[in-house]
């Protein structure tokens, strides 16, 4: 019976942690190497990381340098960057790879605000689903004899206020990355 608080909670860590990923790769005016996870450099025909083919630092706020460990994969990394929706320019000295983070005009942080909140708001509604499953296992336990009602009602508490520490918890994630967004 407590399998479904566990489970519900395992299910609902993920979700705030998958909202993390997601807005490490959302492109803000200040420099993160989390920006190029996504991206896949083609490295003696297979798809690999950048982290993996070079050491990525930020020795400034708004810029990011690639310097390759193999100095032939350099063109492989300046394509993979140039063809992915990043959307920044590569600067290729030769040696390494250097991507200057332009300040975000008004609207373009707003746009970001925006997109940031609608992420946030899917996984709010990934919350509520899980809550909503778990709900109906346990009403299923309940009916089938594994539980009593006064059994029931308890876990659907506790359920209750685990769902709301979790949307919470998506909250406050929501508005530090917008406060990091409506930063000039």
């Known amino acids: 019976m407590s399998d479904v608080l566990q489970n519900c909670e395992e299910k609902m860590q993920k979700s705030v942690e998958s909202l993390k990923t997601d807005y490490d790769g959302l492109r803000t005016g200040r420099a993160s190497a989390a920006v190029l996870d996504k991206i896949r450099v083609d490295y003696y025909g297979q798809p690999t990381p950048i982290n993996q083919v070079a050491t990525v630092s930020v020795p400034e706020a708004r810029s990011i340098v690639i310097q390759p460990w193999d100095k032939s994969v350099l063109p492989a990394i300046e394509k993979a960057i140039l063809t992915s929706d990043l959307g920044l320019p590569p600067n290729n000295d030769g040696k390494l790879i250097r991507l200057v983070f332009p300040s975000l005009t008004e609207d373009r942080r707003k746009q970001l605000a925006k997109t940031a909140k609608a992420t946030a708001e899917n996984s709010r509604i990934s919350i509520r689903n899980i809550r909503r499953e ?22 659907e508490n506790k359920l209750q206020k685990m769902t709301d520490t979790y949307i919470a918890k998506i ?8 406060k990091e967004i409506m930063e000039i």
Request: glycine share 14%.
């Open 134 to 155: 778990g709900m109906d296992e346990l009403k299923k336990l309940s009916k089938g004899g594994d539980i009593s009602e006064d059994q029931q009602k308890d876990m």
């Open 171 to 178: 909250g406050q994630t929501a508005d530090a990355k917008e």
